[in-house]
């Protein structure tokens, strides 16, 4: 900026002078030339430095873009194979349930009671019942976080294209 504030001051001077001389000076006249020229490259000069500075805000734009679908498609991945997951456990849940019911069943005496050695294999088991229900809440717990945060993130990327389209708007005027 200040060279081109100096090629404008010496093209004005170039011109003061020119006005206050009887003849020109082919010296001078060339020196107007590469003044104007310069001052004309200047300009360009700066144009492209805004330009490319723009362009290069378009590209962290896009990129931060990029980044936020790319978390969400990250954490929606998630989620499903957490669902997934939860899925299986709860059909295992349910085997284990009747595995359990089974058992007990088979190991009654005739008079109804049920052995001690059986009862402690029943206790086992329905600790491996409780342990899995218990898995099957935090999992349920951790995929809740997840879909918060990936609708959080879902927020963020809207409020961002928001921006980005207001800012192209401007730029290049309103979509038809």
Known sequence: MRRLGTALLVLTLASAARAQAPAPDPDIKALTDAVT???SALERQASQRAEEQEAR???VAASILTLRYRKIERLDTESESIDRDEEAS???LELMKKQIEQYEQQSKTETGQVPPEA???IEQMTLQLQLEEDRIVKQRERAARIQAEAESER???AALEA???DWLERQTGPRR
Do not use: F, G, P, Y
């Open 57 to 59: 805000r378009v590209d």
């Open 119 to 121: 009862k402690r294999v």
């Open 37 to 39: 020229r310069l001052a």
């Open 163 to 165: 921006i980005l389209e």
């Open 90 to 92: 709860r059909t295992s």
């Open 155 to 157: 927020r963020r990327l």
